[in-house]
């Protein structure tokens, strides 16, 4: 994507970015035209990526646009994105607001003398949501893999898994306990209980550390630099296929957003078998990607809370290496 001339406006923090993240889908929902946007902070600018919805939208009364599928497409200076005025209203409208707010932000944090953005939060690539591999195939070949190669995993490739982990496929803003929307993977209420973390330890472009994973945004949060591999593998019985995986995800589970609805049921059972289905998810991914993961329940619990520095309410359930074999 290329600059946009609406954008040139300096990033002052990740923070104040996920802030207008949350304004720009409000805005698309809206009018109905988008299905999400993710903000990439680029050097001083940022750039927008957003999905249009796959049925149709009528535009201005003339056009349709039809089975629009995951079009990432270029905001320009020129604003002609699509034959439509009202995309370019919509997006002049966004840009504006997006640009208003983070010069208004710099104003008050001072930040923006250094233009500088904060390294604590990583902006995945976006996910694909086609392939080569059916589901038939990847399902025939699934496996737990625990002999990984020693070599890096692409950025895209921890992309496209946390995103057929718990990323979000549908949008919905009414009901802000699904904190974004539905997602890949199913979930008693749609109360999402799962939190992700990625301990990444050579992953193409991402520092070494321990990330949580934001599905709004599709973004990962710096909680612990520098790799915890070791760490984690100690209060894991020693398995060592977590210290030669590239990427490790951390399941953990809040469980009272599922106890406050359904109660010991939704502790006893929802939250796990929620789990299960993400970790499918994963699973299936890998194998559609031509990599492995083994799902990984034997761990002290008390000892990969401390080594990950959960907070009180997270509990870790799962732990998933990903990784060439
Ligand atoms: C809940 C659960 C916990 C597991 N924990 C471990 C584990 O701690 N270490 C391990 O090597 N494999 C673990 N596995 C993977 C199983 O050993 C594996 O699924 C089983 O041997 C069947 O092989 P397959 O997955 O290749 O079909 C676990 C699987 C599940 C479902």
Not at 118 to 146: F, I, W
Not at 288 to 305: K, P, Q, S, W, Y
Request: with cysteine; charged share 25%.
């Amino acid at each position: 994507m290329k600059k946009s001339k609406f954008c040139k406006r300096k990033l002052t923090s990740q923070k104040s970015s996920i802030e207008i993240l949350w304004k720009l889908q409000n805005i698309a929902l809206e009018v109905n035209l988008l299905k999400t946007a993710f903000i990439i902070p680029k050097g001083d600018f940022f750039k927008i990526r957003y999905f249009t919805h796959e049925r149709e939208v009528p535009l201005c009364g003339q056009k349709n646009i039809t089975k629009m599928k995951e079009k990432n497409t270029k905001i320009q200076s020129t604003g002609t994105i699509h034959d439509s005025i009202k995309y370019i209203t919509l997006l002049s409208m966004i840009l504006l607001f997006g640009c208003n707010r983070l010069s208004s932000e710099a104003k008050s944090t001072g930040d923006m003398a250094n233009g500088e953005t904060t390294p604590s939060v990583h902006y995945l690539s976006v996910p694909r949501d086609t392939g080569n591999v059916s589901v038939e195939e990847a399902l025939q070949k699934r496996r737990s893999r625990r002999n990984y190669l020693d070599k890096g995993l692409p950025e895209a490739f921890l992309s496209q898994i946390l995103w057929a982990a718990y990323g979000i496929t549908k949008p919905e803003r009414a009901y802000p306990s699904m904190r974004g929307g539905y997602r890949t993977s199913p979930s008693a209420g749609a109360l999402y209980p799962l939190e992700i973390y990625v301990l990444a330890g050579r992953v193409e472009g991402i520092a070494p550390g321990v990330y949580r994973y934001h599905s709004l945004t599709h973004s990962l949060e710096k909680v612990i630099d520098g790799d915890m591999r070791n760490a984690l593998r100690d209060a894991a019985l020693g398995q060592e296929m977590i210290v030669r995986a590239p990427a490790v995800l951390l399941y953990c589970a809040v469980f009272e957003r599922c106890v406050q609805k359904y109660g010991q049921r939704g502790r006893e059972r929802y939250v796990c078998m929620e789990a299960g289905h993400s970790a499918q998810n994963v699973y299936l991914q890998a194998e559609a990607l031509n990599i492995g993961t083994c799902a990984i329940g034997a761990f002290n619990d008390d000892r990969v809370r401390q080594a990950m520095k959960l907070s009180a309410t997270e509990e870790p359930l799962y732990i998933m290496p990903v990784g060439y074999y």
